[in-house]
């Protein structure tokens, strides 16, 4: 029947994620034995190289757990009314630093200074900081980041441009799956929990890239009206 069907397409998720996670945290765990191992040889003047790298690795299987936690969702999240342009604006007070530093220049537009939805800020702040951060590393040579936020009677609508290194046909259908990432250092989660993200928000993302222009994405929400509790 189609409840079984959907049921067992559902394990073999399960299955696909579980043999992923189990495989990226391998990796790491690889490197630290092998540098573990020069430690216990090799001379003094290496052993601070080694250890540094053992604490990236190691930062590394601690992020991907992290990642996953918010994933399964193990605490309750409250939602509640949340200003999107205060959320945004703190991001990029945040990230201006390294755009910066990367020769990336972030133009923000708004269409007021107050646009409500319901939501958990956390999780927000996690998607846009996800999308602003691929922004600025799809630039390696700098370039210009155009954030703007405006809404309609019943949506608010984000969009995060960038004219970096921009996505094939082929590359846009993949993103969101889990590890899919084109990047030395990536681990291809940060997509995937944008998507579940805005998703538990009643929100919906769309994608527009062309190789070498650069790529917008759109993101909406519902709006939440004054005298209006939604959900
Ligand atoms: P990660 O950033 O760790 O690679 P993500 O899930 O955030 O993982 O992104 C997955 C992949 O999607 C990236 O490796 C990159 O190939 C592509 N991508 C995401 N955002 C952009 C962007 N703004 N421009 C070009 N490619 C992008
Ligand atoms: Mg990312």
Redesign the pocket.
């Known amino acids: 029947t189609e409840e079984m069907l959907i049921k067992s397409e559902k394990l073999s998720l399960v299955g696909e994620l579980a043999a992923g996670i189990a495989h990226e945290i391998r990796n790491p765990l690889t490197t630290i034995k092998g540098f573990v191992q020069l430690l216990d040889q090799d001379s003094e003047d290496k052993k601070h190289l080694y250890t540094d790298t053992i604490l990236n690795e190691i930062d590394r299987i601690n992020f991907i757990v992290n990642e996953f936690m918010v994933l399964a969702k193990p605490h309750a999240v409250f939602f509640s009314k949340c200003n999107i342009v205060e959320i945004i604006k703190s991001l990029k007070y945040l990230l201006e630093a390294e755009a910066i530093l990367k020769n990336v220049i972030i133009i923000d537009a708004y269409e007021s200074d107050e646009m409500f939805l319901f939501g958990e800020k956390n999780q927000l702040k996690q998607v846009f900081l996800?999308l602003i951060k691929?922004?600025i590393?799809?630039m390696p040579f700098g370039g210009i980041i155009t954030i703007s936020i405006t809404k309609t009677a019943q949506d608010i609508l984000i969009s995060i441009q960038?004219n970096?290194?921009?996505?094939s046909d082929e590359?846009v259908k993949r993103?969101g799956e889990p590890f899919?990432?084109?990047?030395e250092t990536?681990?291809?989660?940060?997509?995937?929990m944008c998507y579940k993200i805005i998703r538990d928000h009643n929100g919906k993302m769309s994608v527009q890239?062309q190789l070498n222009k650069g790529?917008n994405f759109l993101i909406t929400f519902p709006i939440l009206m004054d005298n209006k509790i939604e959900f």
């Open positions: 996800n691929n922004a590393e799809a960038d970096g290194v921009g996505m590359q993103i899919y990432t084109t990047k990536g681990n291809g989660l940060g997509l995937m890239s790529t």
